[in-house]
């Protein structure tokens, strides 16, 4: 079928945001477009003085059921769902008096923020929608006739078009249609993953996550790959919730190991310590912390500065001017923190293509969620990883108990090694990582491959050795045999903190206690792939 433009004769109006709705309406009225409106949307429409026909006027039934029921009359559906040259939808049309609508513009009552709000499981309840996704849903589906808009920043180019032609073309109208089938879908997923949440039933028999799109990017990972970044809806703090006050625009992989980077240094008590975490390719190459931010980047460029460059930078303190200006010496991608001082930013300002983020707070480690992966012919849904070795019942199973110093190291590692790919092994010393080995197929050559990189690094700084002489150790998972262990004893390190679990656990401490080492288990694993 061949659809060409439509006029609007006339509009249902019904919307929960009001926002341009009083402007937006007014134009309309000055085209001469007829307009029908419900409850709350009417009255702000009369009392802006527009001429208005109450929807108890075409559906000739009150609103009844405190609003529940109002819009769901066949006088309403029949309007948008009839298909103008359809000889037999307009003779039931005609026989049954019902009047086209040429344009719908609703948007849903506010289930998300009323659940935001924390309110009471019936006030919830009363805020999902039904006549605003069923009305949505008709229009969208005959879009062949009929104009739907749901969302506000739509209504300029609708006013636009018709002041320009007095019609709608197909190509628009086929462009809303999509977003509003969108928009219910996200709707409905919210409402799903609530009850999903409140009645702790996460295996749901269908699952449907949803966002809201923040920017279409120039590609993703690679040129050739086509990316978007949507926001979920949770303003979790972090890069979707973040102000952008300088540089050019973030790539997908900008976000991808700034988002690594953020969750990373917000395992760090701002209260208790300053901490810094530099990340490339959503591994950390470099976490310390100090009495300061500059103290604390000191701490985690020194465990890899080469590695660094070209990297994030992410703060669990606000950015000030000393330490911007140590950061802005090594080409940086992206600075992200809480905040940043006036200072600082004009600092930062001299670089103009380093990003520089502020979010106002840190994403809580601890806080609950569900993180999804797509695998081929579906999804894979988990709950976050929100635990860390100071919620385990610690078990020193060596001879020798780890010192003062070595606990706090070996707690200091275990954080970081839970945001590093697997096999992950952490050195650690005096608080700030000396060693990173990530995403080896072997858990020995996560550690040498950690030890070496501790060499260049202290050539580097004009010492001697490597920086993983006195330190300590954590792995993200067990250790499968002895020689793992060993490698940690050529590498200088003092001390272990593991989840245990191996059949070999025995020959592992042994192999400890012959060297001297202190080693705690944990019980729990923290495998990042």
């Known amino acids: 079928m061949v659809h060409g433009a439509t006029k609007i004769k006339r509009a249902l109006l019904s919307v929960s945001d009001k926002t341009g709705i009083i402007e937006f309406a007014t134009a309309l009225a000055g085209l001469g477009v007829e307009i029908i409106s419900t409850g709350g949307t009417r009255k702000a429409l009369t ?8 929807i108890s006027e075409v559906t000739g039934f009150p609103e009844i059921m405190d609003g529940r029921v109002k819009t769901l009359h ?32 609703v948007n849903l009552y506010p289930f998300a923020q009323t659940v935001a709000k924390g309110a009471e499981y019936d006030e919830v309840i009363e805020n999902i ?62 409402v799903s993953s609530w009850f999903a949440k409140t009645l702790e039933t996460p295996d749901l028999a269908w699952r449907s996550f949803a966002g809201t799109l923040r920017e279409t990017m120039r590609y993703g990972e690679n040129p050739h790959q086509w990316a978007a970044f949507y926001a979920d809806g ?10 952008q ?25 701002p209260a208790k310590t300053a901490a810094v975490a530099i990340i490339k390719h959503a591994n950390p190459c470099g976490v310390g912390q100090g009495a300061t931010i500059l103290d604390a ?81 579906g999804l894979l849904v988990q709950t ?28 200091v590692a275990a954080k970081v090694a839970k945001h590093v790919k697997s096999n992950a092994i952490v050195y650690v010393r005096d608080g700030a990582t000396v060693g990173i080995g990530a995403g080896q197929m072997s858990r020995v050559d996560s550690a040498r491959t950690a030890h070496r990189k501790s060499q260049d690094a202290a050539r580097a700084a004009g010492l001697e050795g490597a920086l993983t002489q006195g330190s300590v150790v954590a792995s993200d998972a067990f250790f499968p045999f002895a020689d793992g262990l060993e ?17 070999r656990d025995d020959e592992v401490i042994a192999a400890a206690d012959k060297a001297g080492l202190a080693m705690v288990f944990t019980g729990m694993r923290h495998f990042r792939h």
């Open 129 to 190: 929608d039904i006549g605003g996704p069923a009305m949505i849903r008709a229009a969208a589906k005959n879009h062949g006739d009929v104009t739907v808009i749901v969302d506000p920043a739509d209504y300029g180019d609708v006013l636009a078009a018709l002041k320009e032609t007095g019609e709608i073309a197909y190509p628009a109208r086929q462009k809303y249609a999509a977003k509003a089938y969108g928009r219910t879908a996200a709707y409905d997923a919210g």
């Open 384 to 411: 976050r990883d929100n635990a860390n070795a100071e919620d385990c019942e610690l078990k020193v199973v060596t001879r020798r108990a780890p010192t003062e110093q070595e606990m706090a190291d070996l707690l």
């Open 487 to 503: 490698a940690l004893v050529e590498a200088g390190a003092t001390a272990v903190i593991q989840p245990g679990g191996s059949v």
């Open 47 to 54: 009392d802006a003085g527009l001429p208005v026909i109450d």
């Open 245 to 269: 006050l300088q540089g050019k625009q973030l790539s997908f992989n900008n976000i991808n190991d700034t988002d690594a980077a953020f969750e990373l240094v917000a395992e760090f008590d």
């Open 234 to 243: 949770s303003n979790r703090p972090g890069v979707a919730t973040a102000t």
């Open 297 to 377: 980047y000191k701490a985690a460029l020194m465990c890899d500065p080469v590695s660094a460059f070209g990297g994030i930078v992410a703060l669990n303190r606000p950015l000030e001017a000393d330490a911007a200006r140590e950061i802005v010496k090594l080409f940086t991608e992206v600075i992200i923190a809480p905040g940043a001082s006036p200072e600082a930013i004009d600092i930062v300002a001299a670089k103009k293509n380093l990003r520089l983020l502020v979010t106002d707070a840190l994403p809580d480690p601890k806080a609950e969620g569900l993180t999804v992966r797509s695998v081929a012919g």
């Open 74 to 105: 066949p006088k309403v559906h029949g309007g948008l769902l009839g298909i103008r040259a359809n000889e037999a939808h307009r003779s039931a049309m005609r026989i049954h008096d019902i009047a086209p609508i040429d344009l719908l513009v």
